[in-house]
């Protein structure tokens, strides 16, 4: 069963007095409507009593009817709710009547009939009636006639009010009602409290005390008296702790146990005694949670309901949490909703796998008989028996049963029902998981959120949800890398492999495998590292060549026979395609390791050198236990000052320089390093500074006996990486400026053309009559500050046009014959 709902046996809200409101026709006298609005509205002010109105209805006529009683249970169910929604602390008599009427006697005896008839109805003596009388007329006989009513329906003189008629103040009279209201329907409860503290109760029954201590300490924090309210609910906990947990009982117990910390905490809270609620709470897991779960109903059911339990009592303190914190309390990473509602969320996954384990032991027959009914209560019973907080439904007769005797027939068919309706609720799981997520993202706990990820993809694969398992399964690998934490990835990888194999995947299931078939992903594990990577290096030959890959049998999705043979027909019609596939090993830890770098030439004594000549370096390191070729090697590379952050497919089919070298071979456990000249010329780059990247490399065409399945393995390389990118210098020439002019006096701010003349020293190519248009930057005396731009240009000697940059002067004293 579900544990007991607390929230539906005592308010979660803060409790109020409960005011009745009688002769109020709302829906034919607008006026009354407009008194009855007025309450509503102030009930829900911030700075309002705590007082709720209601109408009075038949619902609220209190008859007591003689109920068959057990006095071995707690608390009854229905007893908070006599308090918050059937006896009221005050009713309110609203009545329409003119001092000056000539049917004055009439009207008297017709209000006394009808609060005569109020305190015949409720039958409970004590309580404060208050009547409210529409003033109209005739203010001197007020006093007098007031006085009379009163001695006649024997009231007191603060019990009688006289409400305007007029809606203009209609709401400040209603305001000052609330305040008279508050001071009267106190006395209701302290009349309550001083019966149920003058009963008889032994100190060695329990049961009783734990009753009598609930009830006062309810009734207290409904006169506001939180702080004896505290007190005996503390002393009812206490009661309750000490209690034998008999396997019969443990149900109720542990329901009575959860009700009464959560009003300890719940006050701990709006009392702002946020210590002592936490202090509280691990007080109730301490005394609890380490608790035998027992045998009954049945082994099974009793794990899975003590799980369902605590499961309810984290949710239950973090809404608590919760709604402190929007109440103003500061939340601090290591203690924050979130870690509960993750703690609830392992409860029921624990509840979750005791299920399905049960469901596998369950035997059915002919005898076995499903009765919905017999897990919940009899409308017709509750009539006739008293139904307590916590009692299982079935045992509402058997519990009278003299000696603990009781049916066996119907426990039976109380536990096949019980097993027949549970079942795994993955969902809900999932649902808390998310819940602490949130709280744990607001803090940015990434370690938790990740944990989380990776518990919510174990809990999909649990429940058949294999795809979005596989999404969280990336997402939780990608983090890992990002923080080089390679410890965990080798048991994720095993779950993606898994599924991968499962849906017969090949873009995802070359992606894992190639992973797990390098060894260094057994670096911090105790295991037999040339075993498994020997087993993944098979798998990844033969997948190769079109050879169905051995199932894992890692235990992560659980497979039979029967759906062992329908993956190989799916793996069949997959590698009967002969499909392509293209992988991204990018910052991954797998069966080859690739390592780039780029470095500018300058010797001349180099026979694949020229004036400007780029070396690009590739390592492959093989990790396999076997040989690898590919049919070619494919490096893109491309300048950063014209490719985007984000390099893309399109960008890299369309790069300026792409180099190429076929027939590649990496023999088993070595590496091979290649060599690539190129002339950065080809990039066409219009910059005099250039970023050359290496973008991305390709290893392509697999080229092994018998290959079926084809593709590509792909290696994109960050921008700006000093591995894989060089600073290359489009134009080193040696260059020298003359200036073509004696007049060295210029003054600070003065703008002036310059005649200069730059010559290429080591061909012997020079431009003249080049003019600079100067301006002084700063009062030192012949310095220019030739790196702002806007303050010295080229001019063209020809054309006498600016010239954007150096770049058409450098390429003219470069290709120039003189």
């Known amino acids: 069963m579900e544990p007991a709902d607390v929230t539906t046996f005592i308010p979660k809200d803060r ?110 003596d004590g309580k404060p009636h208050n ?47 609330e305040k008279q209201f508050y001071e009267l329907t106190p006395l209701f409860y302290q009349e309550c409290i001083r019966k149920i503290r003058s009963r008889n109760i032994p100190n060695n029954n329990s049961v009783l005390l734990i009753r009598q201590q609930f009830k006062l300490a309810f009734l207290s924090e409904l006169r506001q008296d939180n702080h004896t309210a505290m007190r005996n609910y503390k002393l009812a906990y206490q009661k309750c702790a000490e209690l034998d947990m008999v396997d019969r009982d443990a149900y109720e117990i542990l329901s009575v146990a959860s009700a009464i910390n959560y009003k300890i905490c719940q006050l701990s809270f709006q009392n702002n005694l946020i210590r002592e609620s936490f202090t509280q709470y691990v007080k109730h897991q301490n005394t609890f949670f380490n608790r035998k779960c027992g045998i009954y109903p049945d082994p099974y059911i009793a794990k899975i309901e003590f799980n369902l339990w605590k499961r309810e009592q984290c949710v239950l303190f973090a809404k608590l949490f919760e709604k402190a914190i929007s109440n103003g309390l500061l ?7 979130g870690i509960y509602y993750q703690s609830a969320a392992e ?72 097993q027949s309706k549970l079942m795994p609720n993955y969902q809900q799981t999932i649902q808390l998981y998310n819940m602490a997520m949130k709280h744990f993202e607001k803090f940015q706990a990434h370690r938790f959120q990740t944990r989380i990820k990776s518990q919510i993809a174990d809990e999909l694969i649990s429940s058949g949800n294999y795809k979005q398992a596989q999404l969280y399964l990336y997402d939780i690998l990608m983090e890992y890398y990002k923080s080089r934490n390679f410890i965990l990835t080798q048991s994720l990888l095993v779950k993606f ?36 990577t020997n087993f993944y290096t098979h798998n990844l030959i033969n997948l190769f060549q079109g050879i169905i890959p051995a199932p894992l049998k890692s235990g992560v999705i659980p497979i039979i026979d029967t759906e062992l043979n329908g993956i190989f027909n799916k793996w069949q019609q997959t590698l009967s395609d002969k499909p392509i596939f293209k992988i991204n090993l990018t910052g991954l ?15 001349d004594n180099d026979e694949y050198c020229n004036d400007n000549c780029i070396l690009a370096k590739v390592n492959i390191f093989n990790d396999l236990n076997c040989d690898i070729s590919f049919r070619k090697l494919t490096l893109y590379i491309e300048d950063c000052c014209k490719v985007p952050s984000i390099v893309t497919n399109d960008v890299l089919e369309n790069a300026t320089l792409k180099l190429h070298r076929n027939n590649i071979v990496i023999e088993k456990n070595s590496e091979k390093t290649y060599f690539f000249y190129f002339n950065p010329e080809k990039l066409n780059t219009k910059f005099l500074t250039s970023n050359i990247q290496i973008e991305s490399l390709v290893l392509s065409e697999i080229a092994l006996s018998k290959t079926l399945v084809n593709g590509s393995f792909h290696w994109d390389f960050p921008i700006n ?19 073509l002019t004696n007049n060295l006096n210029f003054y600070f701010g003065e703008k002036f053309l310059l005649p200069i003349k730059i010559c290429n020293s080591s061909k012997l190519k020079e431009l003249s009559n080049l003019e600079c248009t100067i301006t002084l930057s700063n009062h030192e005396i012949n310095h220019i500050d030739v790196k702002a731009d806007k303050k010295i240009y080229l001019l063209d000697p020809y054309t006498k046009a600016k010239v954007n940059s150096y770049t058409q002067i450098i390429e003219f004293l470069k290709y120039i014959v003189l």
């Not at 109020?16 to 009354?32: A, P, R």
């Not at 908070?80 to 005050?90: E, F, G, N, S, V």
């Not at 907080?389 to 109380?414: H, I, K």
């Not at 797998?590 to 030439?601: A, G, N, P, R, Y």
């Open 131 to 177: 009547k409210g009388v529409t003033k109209e007329e005739n203010d001197k006989l007020c006093n007098p006639k007031a006085a009379e009513i009163l001695s006649l329906v024997k009231l007191k003189n603060n019990q009688l009010f006289v409400i305007p008629d007029t809606e203009s103040t209609l709401y400040n009279f209603i305001f000052r009602l």
């Open 331 to 337: 939340a601090i990473i290591h203690k924050n909703p």
């Open 15 to 124: 409790l109020k007095h409960l005011v009745l409101l009688s002769g109020l026709d709302i829906v034919n006298n607008s006026f009354h409507k407009s008194i009855f609005s007025s309450f509503q509205t102030r009930s829900l002010a911030s700075d309002c009593c705590p007082l709720t109105y209601k109408i009075f209805t038949p619902e609220n006529i209190i008859e007591i009817p003689k109920l068959i009683k057990n006095q071995s249970r707690i608390l009854r169910y229905d007893w908070p709710l006599k308090y918050t929604q059937i006896y009221p602390a005050a009713i309110v008599l609203f009545y329409d009547l003119n001092w000056s009427t000539i049917n004055w006697e009439e009207k008297k005896r017709e209000l006394e009939t009808k609060i005569d008839a109020l305190r015949n109805v409720i039958q409970k």
């Open 347 to 418: 409860f029921q996954r624990y509840a979750n796998i005791y299920i399905k384990e049960m469901l596998t032991t369950i035997s059915y027959n002919e005898n076995n008989i499903v009765k919905e009914d017999i897990l919940s209560f009899n409308k017709d019973l509750s009539k006739t028996h008293t139904i307590y907080f916590g009692q299982r439904p079935w045992r509402v007769l058997t519990d009278l049963m003299p000696d603990n005797v009781f049916d066996s027939n119907y426990e039976s068919c109380a536990l096949f029902t019980l």
């Open 497 to 532: 492999l898994e599924i991968a194999f499962f849906n017969a995947n090949l873009n995802d299931y070359i992606w894992a495998i190639s992973q797990l078939s390098s060894s260094k992903q057994y670096t911090f594990l105790t295991v037999n590292v040339s075993q498994h």
């Open 721 to 739: 990486d000093p591995s894989s990118s060089v600073i290359f210098k489009r134009h080193q020439l040696p260059l020298n400026t003359t200036v």
């Open 589 to 603: 830890i797998c069966f080859l390791e690739i390592s780039v770098s780029l470095t500018q030439v300058l010797d």
